[in-house]
């Protein structure tokens, strides 16, 4: 009877699944496909990477096919699947990425500048949604993802505040307009302004845009339009320097999150005691990004000191496995947990939520784009990468 269940189990996630897994492949070709159709026209040179993410294109067909195609009900339950477990595989996978060690690249100044950036996009968004009287969970939902990594983190928090389908699809569309107009606009923009210094247009790009992938795409029309490589290793730094937040920012916004809610309804005990305990606020899965970063520090700081890392792997073995493992996640689980993001887009839920949390959005990606340029002009001179 126990393996029934489970085999019925399986069935009902398996054609959602696989649905994702086909949409974050046809991403992946049609990312590939686009930056072909670049190269054709002269935007791109010869040999150079796609700016286009793949994961923004998986979303994209998720949400064509969600809004016109009306398909069956089967698909649910692995669509919810793929956007719960795959995509905490996938962050958990994304720590590889990160060695704290390139934090410590950005020196004394380097840091509190993101900081300040991701601050600005954190509070102002929060207060904009009190002021406007909109939804605080949808309001936490676009100040974890204008401040600190784009649509990932709108993920990571939303299982945490029991966010909505509708709030989260409304600020991941959110975080992907002003996101990728930044990726457009805003290499013309640093290049105007610090024509003459690639870090500070490196610093400037990696502060003031919303998503990795972003980042890395308007760094990449950069150096394709001014060639300046130095841009793109800055950005790259600066960005993933920033995503590290994503440790301390989940717990900070749920609390205050939680917080406010218990004041809202009145403070009496009841709601004192439904607060929850403090470690729900921070996800196993935050705990398990932070732990394989270390595994990453550590790995390379015992390569730099014995030349193979923990003792065992050689340089290009060590390399290999933290890039092969990190790519897995980025690219397919957390391209699956997006394709699910799309598939769950269905624009008739948005009715009755307005235009006003994207006034929000709109105005704290500007606020953020203003305080890292007059922070870059200033102390960028500073910062040596």
Not at 74 to 89: N, P, Q, R, V
Not at 331 to 342: D, E, F, I, P, Q
Request: glycine share 10%; charged share 15%.
């Amino acid at each position: 009877m126990e393996e029934s269940r489970e085999k019925n189990s399986l069935l009902d996630i398996l054609p959602g699944l696989l649905l994702c897994i086909v949409v974050m492949f046809l991403g992946i070709y049609g990312a590939e496909w686009i930056g072909y159709v670049m190269k054709l026209t002269g935007l791109l040179s010869e040999g150079s990477k796609t700016p286009v993410s793949g994961i923004f294109v998986a979303i994209l067909i998720g949400i064509i096919i969600r809004n016109v195609i009306n398909f069956s009900d089967i698909f649910t339950k692995g669509i919810s699947f793929s956007m719960k477990y795959a995509l905490h595989a996938g962050i958990i996978l994304l720590g590889l990425k990160l060695s704290l060690m390139e934090a410590l690249k950005l020196g004394a100044f380097g840091i509190p500048l993101i900081v300040s950036c991701i601050s600005v996009g954190l509070f102002l968004t929060l207060y904009l949604t009190k002021k406007m009287n909109q939804s605080r969970r949808l309001g936490t939902l676009i100040a974890s993802g204008t401040g600190i990594c784009g649509v990932t983190a709108i993920m990571a928090i939303s299982p945490v505040i029991k966010a909505k389908e509708n709030e989260i699809s409304y600020a991941v569309a959110n975080i992907t307009v002003f996101g990728l107009t930044g990726m457009m606009l805003y290499p013309f923009l640093g290049h105007f302004l610090f024509a003459d210094d690639p870090i500070k247009a490196g610093l400037f790009l990696g502060t003031a845009i919303h998503d990795t992938a972003q980042v890395t795409g308007a760094a990449l029309i950069y150096d394709q339009l001014f060639q300046n490589s130095t841009v793109i290793e800055t950005a790259t730094v600066t960005k993933l320097t920033r995503n590290l937040f994503i440790i301390a920012i989940i717990p900070l916004l749920s609390y205050i999150f939680f917080n406010h809610s218990r004041k809202e309804a009145g403070g009496d005990k009841k709601e004192k005691d439904a607060l929850p305990k403090w470690y729900t606020f921070i996800p196993l899965f935050v705990i398990g990004f932070l732990v394989l970063s270390v595994i990453r520090t550590v790995g390379d700081a015992t390569l730099g000191n014995m030349g193979v890392a923990f003792g065992i792997f050689a340089e290009n073995t060590w390399e290999s496995i933290y890039t092969n493992l990190s790519t897995f996640g980025t690219t397919y689980l957390l391209g699956a947990a997006m394709a699910g993001v799309g598939l769950s887009t269905n624009f008739k839920n948005f009715k009755g939520m307005g235009l006003k949390p994207f006034y929000i959005g709109f105005i704290a990606a500007v606020a953020i784009g203003i305080v890292s340029v007059v922070l870059v002009f200033f102390f960028g001179g500073l910062i040596k990468v």
